[in-house]
């Protein structure tokens, strides 16, 4: 299925959820925020399935002053 990561599609597996598709783009589990269709998804949440022809939005916080 396709769905569109940060603006470029991207084929994943039927059923990916949040924490597997940052697992197969070799991110981190921690520092990122990830939306799904516009909503935050909590960190508890990432085990849900990503929807066919979502677009995911994956931004990293980044400390500084």
Same mark, same amino acid.
């Given at each position: 299925?396709?769905?569109? $990561? ?12 949040? !924490?597997? =598709? =940052?697992?197969?783009?070799? =991110? ?6 990830? !939306? $799904?269709? %516009?909503?935050? $998804? ?10 066919? %022809? ?6 990293? !916080? $980044?400390? %500084?002053?």
């Amino acid at each position: 299925m396709t769905i569109t $990561v940060n603006g470029e599609p991207t084929e994943v597996s039927a059923g990916v959820t949040v !924490a597997g =598709l =940052l697992r197969s783009l070799d =991110l981190p589990d921690r520092g990122l925020a990830v !939306a $799904v269709d %516009g909503a935050v $998804v909590p960190k508890g949440s990432w085990a849900q399935s990503i929807p066919d %022809g979502s677009s995911v939005e994956i931004v990293t !916080a $980044v400390q %500084g002053g």
